[in-house]
């Protein structure tokens, strides 16, 4: 048995054992890589890239109205979808492609809109409401990829994007 | 999500998640590492199962388990490096008695872990009793003990 402070010792052994050392020595090595993999995607996972953290949350401002939401989502998992509504005249309209939906579900929509109606794959809610309102929307995804789709509140078009994980 | 690929996924990530945390994690050597191995399985299978509780779905998540697992233990036969890249090799870290320090030091296998194994399958009072002890697959700890130690 050789011996020494940075190498793997060398044992001569009468067991019937096949220890293969290098296959040990490279193990260890890639042991290494894979816990750096492992802790990266922990540090990933809390910063949002998987959803749920600081960078899956995005905001869009456009004409006053703004609306926040989840880049980043895992199927069947739930979101929430935030409109804010300035300078509301009476009522609020929100125009949600059909296209967004057969990726989106939309679980609930608070307040709840007196109307709805669909023209050419677009489905479009109606609110009383009037100067600032918020609506918020309950999603879950129900299809995994990516989808672009254009959102209208009050004629003002905001694109959503959305990657959702499996 | 197909339950097939659904299943394949977990396997492959399970199998190189626990292949990267070496032998001896979740070894079930304390009552925590128990919980935490049980814990793992209730969150895998959720992830298997989801929403769907149905016995079709049930019936062929166990098909495409023990399916994928069988696909690998032929390919272990039929070919001894897949088995060595997939479950590793036993490893020596006591000979003669001396805990061989880079050994124990890489695989994460203490002093009082040899010592531990020794008292409760030989009743060893010493590592100086100790002829071998190995490393095993399953990240136990096998102890062979001196002649004079029997």
């Known amino acids: 048995m050789t011996e020494n402070k940075q190498s793997v010792e060398t044992v001569r052994h009468k067991l ?20 750096g993999i492992l802790y990266s995607a922990l540090i990933l996972a809390l ?16 004409n006053g109205n703004s609306v926040k939401y989840e880049r980043f989502l895992r199927y069947e998992s739930e979101a929430e979808m935030t409109f804010n509504i300035q300078n509301a005249k009476d009522s609020i309209t929100l125009e949600i492609p059909q296209q967004y939906m057969q990726y989106i579900d939309l679980h609930s929509i608070t307040p709840l809109p007196h109307s709805n109606r669909t023209v050419n794959d677009v489905t479009t809610y109606y609110f009383h409401a009037l100067r600032t309102a918020n609506i918020h929307c309950h999603l879950m995804a129900k299809r995994t990829g990516s989808i672009t789709a254009i959102i209208k509140v009050n004629e003002t078009p905001f694109t959503i994007s959305h990657q959702i994980y499996p | 999500m197909n339950p097939v690929i659904r299943g394949i996924i977990i396997y492959l990530f399970l199998m190189l998640v626990f292949r990267l945390s070496g032998k001896r994690t979740l ?3 304390t009552p925590f590492e128990l919980v935490l191995l049980l814990i793992i399985s209730e969150v895998t299978q959720q992830a298997l199962v989801g929403e769907d509780y149905s016995i079709t779905t049930s019936l062929i998540l166990i098909t495409t388990l023990i399916g994928v697992d069988l696909l ?6 039929k070919w001894k490096g897949f088995e060595k890249i997939t479950e590793g090799s036993p490893l020596i870290v006591v000979a003669d008695g001396k805990l061989l320090q880079n050994r124990s030091r890489k695989s994460r296998v203490s002093e009082e872990d040899v010592l531990e194994a020794a008292r409760n399958i030989h009743g060893l009072e010493r ?9 095993e697959l399953d990240g136990t700890i096998s102890i062979i003990p001196k002649e004079s130690a029997v």
């Not at chain 2, 690998?72 to 036969?77: A, C, E, V, W």
């Open chain 2, 72 to 77: 690998f233990s032929m390919i272990k036969h």
């Open chain 2, 27 to 29: 070894a079930q050597t």
């Open chain 2, 127 to 135: 590592l100086d009793q100790i002829k071998y002890a190995v490393l």
């Open chain 1, 16 to 35: 019937q054992l096949d220890e293969s050392l290098e296959q040990h020595k490279r193990g260890w090595i890639i042991q290494k890589i894979g816990w």
């Open chain 1, 47 to 62: 910063a949002g890239v998987f959803g749920s953290g600081p960078l899956s949350y995005k905001t869009l401002i456009k």
